[in-house]
């Protein structure tokens, strides 16, 4: 509120003063309105005001000591609160009551518990009022906070907790298992995926309509999941590698009725010859010859292909023969029957199995030995069948350096005469102890085909066979199998024998052989003396 007084002293006649109250941000003082009553004319005796006000100019709330004052003016159940103006004090009823606070009695409770929407106890709660507020109970028997913001009354609340805390961890239990298992339903169906298309691609369709064909009674190979290979061989282990070569690596498994099996891993996969790895599959499945390694099976589902054969115990040939420590460990009689049980496999397949079948590798390493030295003939990655009509096949040069026939290597063309070839190199190996290629050796002795033609040529072939073969063996003995070994390592295929050619001499030598003791040795003993004596 402002108060504007108007001095009018300076009239002669009737000096006074008058006055009126107004807004004062709406009026300015100014002299022409001192002049008669145009202002109040002018403003039709109408002026904004606005009335502010409040108790005792000079005190405040912070001075007001004590209620029991006469001039407080704030009665029961009320606050003093400092004026807006700043010009002394006013007064409120305390929260949860309503009325006049300048009463002594005038500011009453308010029953929250009369009107739902003043109070927040649920439906199920009970309201009691209280002085400036009200308290939310639940029934007997029951226990909860009875709240509105709450679950309302509950049987009992820590019951209530434990419910819902197996509730919780039930559906975390839940939910967590559903991940889970869409997460590894997931992967499986990608891994089928995966495991049809490898399967499709190294020629599962074709192995399965094969083998539909074939009578119960036949045994063929077995279809193996590669989930049951991994657990073989332990998820392919290094521990498990049995060796390595050119087409792949060869792991020890054990399958789930505890068989031990050679699991042979191959490295690349020619699409293009499909068709042919699975002929193979199937025929080579159904060699049953002591002395070959059988294959048992083969998994398709993998990057690629798997190959299940029957175990070998002892190692190869190559290993015994030629490895530090085993040098000169086999006997005259096993190294001549271990070259009669090869020739006799190697004739097999090219005489009898139907197609007929060329090694195309054969050497030392892949002649494997039991514990009774029984060699059986192994790898054929590099093999091919060979149609009934035809004798040779153009094929790309496949084989082992030392072992391969130059005929083949120069004109690409593979007939059984190859084989014949190698199985020479070996018969040279048994005889001799040497490598087919040694590089450390001097310059007519490296290639070993060379040089056992060679003394063959120059009569001295003694001198470079093995000193154990050369006591245990008879003179005869040597002089067959060494002409034997130089008519295999023919250069021209056609004066080559056949492999039953070999495998029949071979066998006839085996027959005859006799142990040493059995027999004059005056000649062997003559050999062993150095010729300078």
Known sequence: MNLQVLDNSSWDINPCKYSFIAEKEWYNISKDDLSGFDFYKRNKGMVPTILDWSIEKEKSCENVTTRNETTYACGNNSNCYRSPNNWGYL????????????????????????????????????????????????????????????????????????????????????????VNLLYWGIKNRKQNIRREKFFQQNGGLLLRQQLSSYDASVEVAKIFAEEELKRATNNYDESRILGRGGYGTVYKGILPNNKIVAIKRSQIVDESQVEQFINEVVILSQINHKNVVKLLGCCLESEVPLLVYEFITNGTLSHHIHDEGHQSSISWDNRLRIATETASALAYMHSTASPPIFHRDVKPSNILLDDNYIAKVSDFGASRLVPLDQTQLTTLVQGTMGYLDPEYFQTSRLTEKSDVYSFGIVLAELLTGRKALEFNRPEKEKNLALYFITSMAEDNVLDILEERVVYEATMDQLREITKLAKRCLNMTGEERPTMKEVATELDGLHRSNKHPWDEPHEEVECLLVDPSN
Not at 167 to 173: K, Q, T
């Open 91 to 178: 007064c409120k009823c305390l929260e949860g009551y309503h009325g006049n606070p300048y009463l002594e009695h005038g500011c009453h409770d308010i029953d929250e518990c009369a009107d739902p929407n003043m109070n927040d106890c649920s439906s199920t709660g009970i309201c009691t009022n209280t002085l400036g507020s009200h308290h939310c109970s639940c029934p007997t028997g029951t226990d909860g906070d009875g709240l509105k913001t709450g679950r309302g009354c509950i049987p009992s609340q820590t019951k209530l907790r434990a419910i819902q805390a197996s509730i919780g961890i039930a559906f975390g239990i839940l939910f967590v298992l559903f």
